[in-house]
């Protein structure tokens, strides 16, 4: 069936060729090699190419060696080209920005996609496997759960440490979620609210010449380019001293990644919340990802946040607090100049101590003027971290009778408050405290909770076990065990968290986010029980002069619609209920306002 290699070559070798009869002579000890599957190809030995030797052997050795020749000018030509294609890769990312941008976008995507598919697919894995094997209620799943968190968070970090910018904010985001969230994550993602990567010098340089038209040098003669005084998500901040005057201050540059990127990105974080909302169908936190969509706009434009921090200072101007903002200088979109304020974290308990600070004052004012904003001023911080508030020794001309002032800083991110909303917040908070269930039901509907989840809300919102709160106990200091159990009804009752927060206000779920970040910064500050009773006695007090304000606006308001089209005895029967309602109210507020006096 098959021709033999060399009966292809007999008729050759009878027609007289020298290499064909030479064929022929050796062709008994050259037969072990192989026969040809293919007539016309005797290179060919059981299908594959043969080695070079019998090549040489049945074309003879010019025939050989030009295959050789061929063969290597083929893969010369491909290295060429190989080579061409690399080059022109290269020339055009350094010297196109569209193809750069590109290339990048592409690597970004795909290092975010590939992180959140492979920890999808490893709960996936792990846990499919454990429930084939009938394993769901024993130790063993509960360990391999805290493996797979602690992996998992693990990876995320070190993918958004090297994406950067909004990525880092996210992570900051999920590192709050401390009574949402397992440990294992909260505790991995925290670093990211002290530790990012920082821009390049020539970046920086490049995008204040960009947006001022003028180098930097020629603004600040000095720059502490090497010791910056904070590195956040989007933006650096360094201490420079302007050439005109030597005033030193602190100037706020934005990361110049964070342009090119913003919008990709957010659409990047949209399609995998998505998938894995497929995933994992009880996820539930698609608010993550609008709260990012809602926040970043106003974050990203220093100007509005120059407009909040004037807003704060009015909102305080003529109140003895100890709240000092920095004053704004200057402002453009990507770049921010303000005073340069010296102090220290508001958790730095030690420098507390080395300046005769009492931590516990300090807790009651973060308090007071938290407080305020959400009660009073419906126009609220919603980023309170500890990276956020410093505290140093007070001036001399200071006239709130303390030794320290409490400076707020990085005002990007604020949430301003309805009349109405505030109100029912602080009625809510006032039924907290007094333990009043029908009145915490009805105020967590009217802020926006889900009917008959009025007890969990609470709960995420003070942080205490139900039967605390329906004692009218939270003034007293949280002990481990409710800690432990707080957190585990956080994993007990997740799908019923998800569907409040489904549902919530954006606003309110800030507000939340709010009140859990000053709550855990006054654990941080307090040492003592006391100290805790007076957190929660200036909140009520803060809360009834709300609640107060707000009666004595539709006391007005009902005046005013009365006095319409009224006869004179009319006018008179309505003033003496009105100055009755009113009275009533006055003494309600008085009488609260003393016995909160009396028990701090």
Same mark, same amino acid.
């Given at each position: 069936?098959?021709?033999?290699?060399?009966?292809?070559?007999?008729?050759?070798?009878? @027609?007289?060729? =020298?290499?064909?009869?030479?064929?022929?002579? $050796? #062709?008994? %000890? /050259? &037969?072990?090699?192989?026969?040809?599957?293919?007539?016309?190809?005797?290179?060919?030995?059981?299908?594959?190419?043969?080695?070079?030797?019998?090549?040489?052997?049945?074309?003879?050795? @010019?025939?050989? =060696?030009?295959?050789?020749?061929?063969?290597? $000018? #083929?893969? %010369? /030509? &491909?290295?060429?080209?190989?080579?061409?294609?690399?080059?022109?890769?290269?020339?055009?990312?350094?010297?196109?920005?569209?193809?750069?941008?590109?290339?990048?976008?592409?690597?970004?995507?795909?290092?975010?996609?590939?992180?959140?598919?492979?920890?999808?697919?490893?709960?996936? &894995?792990?846990?499919?496997?454990?429930?084939?094997?009938?394993?769901?209620?024993?130790?063993?799943?509960?360990?391999?759960?805290?493996?797979?968190?602690?992996?998992?968070?693990?990876?995320?970090?070190?993918?958004?440490?090297?994406?950067?910018?909004?990525?880092?904010?996210?992570?900051?985001?999920?590192?709050?979620?401390?009574?949402?969230?397992?440990?294992?994550?909260?505790?991995?993602?925290?670093?990211?609210?002290?530790?990012?990567?920082?821009?390049?010098?020539?970046?920086?340089?490049?995008?204040?010449?960009?947006?001022?038209?003028?180098?930097?040098?020629?603004?600040?003669?000095?720059?502490?380019?090497?010791?910056?005084?904070?590195?956040?998500?989007?933006?650096?901040?360094?201490?420079?001293?302007?050439?005109?005057?030597?005033?030193?201050?602190?100037?706020?540059?934005?990361?110049?990644?964070?342009?090119?990127?913003?919008?990709?990105?957010?659409?990047?974080?949209?399609?995998?919340?998505?998938?894995?909302?497929?995933?994992?169908?009880?996820?539930?936190?698609?608010?993550?990802?609008?709260?990012?969509?809602?926040?970043?706009?106003?974050?990203?434009?220093?100007?509005?946040?120059?407009?909040?921090?004037?807003?704060?200072?009015?909102?305080?101007?003529?109140?003895?607090?100890?709240?000092?903002?920095?004053?704004?200088?200057?402002?453009?979109?990507?770049?921010?100049?303000?005073?340069?304020?010296?102090?220290?974290?508001?958790?730095?308990?030690?420098?507390?101590?080395?300046?005769?600070?009492?931590?516990?004052?300090?807790?009651?004012?973060?308090?007071?003027?938290?407080?305020?904003?959400?009660?009073?001023?419906?126009?609220?911080?919603?980023?309170?971290?500890?990276?956020?508030?410093?505290?140093?020794?007070?001036?001399?001309?200071?006239?709130?009778?303390?030794?320290?002032?409490?400076?707020?800083?990085?005002?990007?991110?604020?949430?301003?408050?309805?009349?109405?909303?505030?109100?029912?917040?602080?009625?809510?908070?006032?039924?907290?405290?007094?333990?009043?269930?029908?009145?915490?039901?009805?105020?967590?509907?009217?802020?926006?909770?889900?009917?008959?989840?009025?007890?969990?809300?609470?709960?995420?919102?003070?942080?205490?076990?139900?039967?605390?709160?329906?004692?009218?106990?939270?003034?007293?200091?949280?002990?481990?065990?409710?800690?432990?159990?707080?957190?585990?009804?956080?994993?007990?009752?997740?799908?019923?968290?998800?569907?409040?927060?489904?549902?919530?206000?954006?606003?309110?779920?800030?507000?939340?986010?709010?009140?859990?970040?000053?709550?855990?910064?006054?654990?941080?500050?307090?040492?003592?029980?006391?100290?805790?009773?007076?957190?929660?006695?200036?909140?009520?007090?803060?809360?009834?002069?709300?609640?107060?304000?707000?009666?004595?606006?539709?006391?007005?308001?009902?005046?005013?619609?009365?006095?319409?089209?009224?006869?004179?005895?009319?006018?008179?029967?309505?003033?003496?209920?009105?100055?009755?309602?009113?009275?009533?109210?006055?003494?309600?507020?008085?009488?609260?306002?003393?016995?909160?006096?009396?028990?701090?």
């Amino acid at each position: 069936m098959h021709t033999c290699l060399w009966s292809l070559l007999a008729p050759r070798a009878a @027609a007289g060729s =020298t290499s064909c009869r030479w064929a022929a002579a $050796t #062709r008994v %000890r /050259r &037969r072990p090699l192989g026969q040809s599957h293919e007539i016309g190809t005797p290179w060919l030995i059981h299908g594959r190419q043969a080695p070079c030797f019998a090549r040489f052997i049945a074309t003879g050795p @010019a025939t050989a =060696t030009a295959a050789a020749v061929r063969r290597l $000018t #083929r893969w %010369r /030509r &491909r290295g060429g080209v190989f080579a061409i294609v690399g080059a022109g890769f290269y020339a055009l990312y350094e010297h196109h920005d569209g193809f750069r941008h590109g290339t990048k976008a592409i690597l970004r995507v795909g290092t975010a996609s590939w992180i959140g598919l492979s920890v999808a697919w490893q709960y996936q &894995r792990a846990f499919l496997w454990l429930r084939w094997q009938g394993l769901q209620d024993t130790p063993l799943f509960e360990k391999r759960k805290r493996e797979c968190h602690a992996i998992g968070a693990q990876r995320v970090l070190a993918g958004l440490q090297d994406l950067g910018g909004i990525y880092v904010k996210l992570g900051q985001h999920l590192s709050a979620m401390k009574h949402i969230l397992p440990l294992e994550w909260t505790r991995t993602l925290a670093v990211l609210q002290d530790r990012c990567d920082p821009s390049s010098r020539d970046e920086l340089e490049q995008l204040f010449l960009h947006d001022c038209g003028v180098p930097i040098d020629d603004v600040f003669d000095m720059f502490d380019w090497d010791a910056p005084l904070g590195i956040a998500s989007l933006a650096s901040v360094y201490r420079a001293r302007l050439r005109t005057n030597g005033q030193w201050i602190a100037l706020k540059l934005q990361h110049p990644r964070i342009d090119e990127f913003c919008q990709m990105d957010l659409d990047t974080v949209a399609i995998l919340t998505r998938w894995i909302q497929a995933w994992f169908p009880d996820f539930g936190f698609e608010w993550i990802l609008h709260e990012l969509q809602d926040s970043l706009p106003q974050e990203l434009d220093f100007r509005q946040e120059a407009s909040h921090a004037k807003q704060v200072q009015a909102n305080f101007a003529g109140v003895p607090s100890t709240l000092v903002v920095p004053e704004i200088l200057w402002a453009q979109r990507r770049i921010l100049c303000m005073e340069y304020v010296e102090g220290a974290r508001i958790d730095d308990i030690a420098y507390m101590k080395a300046h005769h600070i009492d931590p516990s004052l300090v807790s009651m004012e973060i308090t007071k003027i938290f407080a305020k904003m959400m009660f009073l001023d419906g126009f609220v911080h919603c980023d309170p971290h500890p990276g956020n508030l410093m505290i140093r020794p007070s001036k001399k001309d200071a006239n709130h009778g303390y030794n320290f002032d409490v400076v707020l800083l990085d005002h990007g991110l604020y949430r301003p408050l309805t009349d109405q909303l505030r109100t029912d917040f602080a009625h809510l908070w006032t039924a907290l405290i007094r333990g009043y269930e029908p009145d915490i039901e009805k105020y967590a509907l009217r802020v926006g909770c889900r009917p008959s989840y009025h007890r969990l809300f609470a709960s995420l919102l003070t942080g205490r076990e139900w039967h605390t709160i329906v004692a009218a106990d939270l003034a007293s200091a949280r002990t481990a065990t409710e800690i432990k159990r707080v957190s585990g009804r956080s994993k007990v009752f997740l799908h019923r968290i998800a569907a409040i927060f489904a549902t919530l206000p954006q606003i309110v779920f800030l507000l939340l986010k709010t009140s859990d970040l000053v709550r855990h910064l006054n654990e941080t500050l307090l040492t003592a029980k006391q100290g805790s009773r007076r957190t929660y006695v200036i909140m009520a007090q803060f809360c009834a002069q709300a609640v107060w304000e707000d009666t004595r606006q539709e006391l007005a308001a009902i005046w005013a619609i009365a006095q319409q089209g009224a006869s004179n005895w009319q006018r008179g029967w309505t003033w003496l209920t009105w100055c009755s309602q009113y009275v009533s109210a006055w003494c309600q507020y008085q009488v609260l306002t003393w016995s909160l006096w009396l028990h701090q």
